[in-house]
């Protein structure tokens, strides 16, 4: 089950304290069966942890806490530790580039944060380091520092936790525009001006390498520690908008594992979307690979009035059924999206839970 950096500041509200809240969250989510958890400890180039690297999350004091305000403790070392006295994994989870999602405004980030630094010192040649782009703000993953600093940040996190993995999800490039990385783009044509790769082939070859270097980092650091990712449903969309060539991480050994966000239903209008038809459009990618592939399955659905999305309205079984379908498709297992969003307390939600719960049981 994932853990959101927006439920994690919840539980820093909550009157009886971030321990008792985080003990409450582990009773609940063993009802269903949860065995491994995926928390985030660093979603907007900040830390759940203290670090010489990035800032105290404000979410660690509440969720309108203040960038870099230190919560008094470590709040890692205790949901790492009451999570593994349960046998239950803990995965540490890690937005690399994302900085601000909302927003491009710097008054909203700690003095110490890397991107803030960056853009309010005097060197020029650093700016392009940090990108306003999608409303927020993020890394660019062309920077060699910023590659750096991602994995020198993985390097900090598993060399002084005892986590059972890392984990990144999809945000990658989070535009295509041009712009993004035009600096760094027209830097390396200049050093490799006989055959330099067209702008979104360049792209997708260092996401890939930086993932490699973390997936490097994590085994060279804690042996038995694992690195995987999340990417959005459509490969063909992680490929032409995100830049992100899984094939080619694959190949490149660069992830353990994989576990895309398959957050449809088996009745959705276009059926290429459809859970079954995206599960075997995975498999079809993972091949014969012996990399486990994992299915991201999204409770945030249940009883959702989106359009295209009656079913998760008319039953309340979905995700069990969707269990079901992974197993039979040899799914190595499943990931619930998200604890707050199963957790809601009314009929619909209770009876998700149920089915689950059935499910296990047998």
């Given at each position: 089950?994932?853990?959101?950096?927006?439920?994690?500041?919840?539980?820093?509200?909550?009157?009886?304290?971030?321990?008792?809240?985080?003990?409450?969250?582990?009773?609940?989510?063993?009802?269903?069966?949860?065995?491994?958890?995926?928390?985030?400890?660093?979603?907007?180039?900040?830390?759940?942890?203290?670090?010489?690297?990035?800032?105290?999350?404000?979410?660690?004091?509440?969720?309108?806490?203040?960038?870099?305000?230190?919560?008094?403790?470590?709040?890692?070392?205790?949901?790492?530790?009451?999570?593994?006295?349960?046998?239950?994994?803990?995965?540490?989870?890690?937005?690399?580039?994302?900085?601000?999602?909302?927003?491009?405004?710097?008054?909203?980030?700690?003095?110490?944060?890397?991107?803030?630094?960056?853009?309010?010192?005097?060197?020029?040649?650093?700016?392009?380091?940090?990108?306003?782009?999608?409303?927020?703000?993020?890394?660019?993953?062309?920077?060699?520092?910023?590659?750096?600093?991602?994995?020198?940040?993985?390097?900090?996190?598993?060399?002084?936790?005892?986590?059972?993995?890392?984990?990144?999800?999809?945000?990658?490039?989070?535009?295509?525009?041009?712009?993004?990385?035009?600096?760094?783009?027209?830097?390396?044509?200049?050093?490799?001006?006989?055959?330099?790769?067209?702008?979104?082939?360049?792209?997708?070859?260092?996401?890939?390498?930086?993932?490699?270097?973390?997936?490097?980092?994590?085994?060279t650091v804690r042996g038995g520690c694992v690195f995987g990712v999340s990417p959005m449903a459509s490969v063909e969309g992680n490929y032409s908008r995100a830049y992100a060539d899984v094939a080619a991480w694959l190949d490149a050994g660069a992830v353990d594992y994989l576990m895309p966000q398959l957050y449809f239903g088996f009745e959705y209008p276009d059926e290429t979307c459809r859970f079954d038809a995206l599960l075997t459009r995975w498999k079809a990618v993972v091949g014969e690979r012996s990399v486990p592939l994992y299915?991201?399955?999204?409770?945030?659905?249940?009883?959702?009035?989106?359009?295209?999305?009656?079913?998760?309205?008319?039953?309340?079984?979905?995700?069990?059924?969707?269990?079901?379908?992974?197993?039979?498709?040899?799914?190595?297992?499943?990931?619930?999206?998200?604890?707050?969003?199963?957790?809601?307390?009314?009929?619909?939600?209770?009876?998700?839970?149920?089915?689950?719960?059935?499910?296990?049981?047998?």
């Open positions: 089950m994932w853990v959101t950096y927006f439920e994690l500041g919840a539980l820093f509200d909550a009157p009886e304290g971030f321990r008792a809240a985080w003990d409450a969250l582990l009773d609940k989510v063993e009802q269903v069966g949860v065995n491994a958890l995926f928390v985030h400890v660093r979603s907007h180039c900040d830390a759940y942890y203290p670090s010489e690297l990035f800032p105290w999350s404000k979410y660690c004091t509440g969720s309108k806490g203040t960038p870099g305000a230190d919560p008094g403790f470590d709040p890692l070392d205790y949901m790492l530790a009451a999570a593994h006295r349960r046998g239950m994994a803990f995965h540490a989870w890690i937005n690399p580039y994302r900085v601000l999602y909302d927003s491009d405004d710097l008054a909203m980030l700690a003095d110490d944060s890397p991107a803030k630094r960056w853009l309010t010192d005097e060197d020029g040649g650093n700016d392009s380091w940090v990108q306003a782009a999608a409303g927020g703000l993020y890394l660019n993953p062309a920077a060699g520092p910023v590659q750096a600093l991602v994995v020198d940040g993985v390097r900090e996190l598993v060399s002084r936790y005892d986590v059972d993995g890392v984990h990144f999800d999809d945000y990658f490039y989070p535009v295509s525009d041009e712009s993004f990385d035009e600096r760094e783009y027209v830097s390396y044509r200049t050093a490799v001006w006989d055959d330099p790769l067209p702008l979104a082939d360049w792209r997708r070859a260092h996401v890939t390498a930086m993932l490699a270097r973390v997936c490097d980092t994590v085994h299915a991201g399955l999204g409770a945030y659905r249940i009883n959702s009035t989106d359009s295209g999305h009656e079913e998760w309205r008319a039953r309340h079984d979905l995700l069990a059924r969707q269990i079901c379908c992974g197993r039979q498709e040899g799914c190595a297992g499943y990931c619930l999206y998200s604890f707050g969003a199963l957790f809601t307390d009314d009929e619909p939600h209770a009876a998700e839970r149920a089915a689950l719960r059935r499910l296990l049981d047998h």
